[in-house]
């Protein structure tokens, strides 16, 4: 039972949940193109996402009847593959090392408050459409796969710079990653360790994809 049976039907509850989990993917995949884009692109790719999105969904969840309760696949891998394809389109020479690309001391500061509260709430986003023992299970094996996430992000981080300094990017974004991939299976019986070690490979991902892939 991956997803309420009355989640495709109109219930205002389910639809709004729908709603926000969509616009989730839609916000992943504009981590991707920001400093490369106009507002009005932006509001074009919005358009044309949610619709795709909701055609992956269907045919996730109705036809293929995966497992992801956290949405891992349907929201998190398919928003950064979106965001992707959508730089490849509008990739252009004279935007590489662009400075609209990079970070400033009032957005960092910012993006960390954000890490905080996505931090807080992520147990619950990953057990939003979870119901009885299920929903239990979610909070707690996010609850444990961020917290291992977190450890590593920050020990990883500093092995790698060689003044054994935190790399801000790495608190922002690897501390979250452990939420993330522990999500299709949040909601099933996993042993504490399972959680803690999927945690702590998707920081180690996260962080070495900063530094070597991005």
Known sequence: HNIP????NVNPDFSLIGADICAAAVLISFGAVLGKTTPLQLFVMAFFEVIFYSLNETLCFQYLQISDMGGSIVIHAFGAYFGLAVTFILYKEDAVDNSNEGSSYQSDV??????????????????????????????????????ACTCTSFVVSSLFDRNGRYRMVHIQNSTLAGGVA???????????????LTGMIAGIISVVGYDYIT
Do not use: E
């Open 5 to 8: 049976s009355n989640y495709y």
């Open 110 to 147: 910012s993006a960390m408050i954000g890490t905080i509260f996505l931090w807080i709430f992520w147990p619950s986003f990953n057990a939003g459409l979870a119901s009885g023992d299920q929903q239990q299970r979610a909070v707690i094996n996010t609850y444990f796969a961020l917290a």
């Open 182 to 196: 522990v999500g299709a299976a949040a909601n099933m019986i996993l042993p504490i360790w399972l959680s803690m």
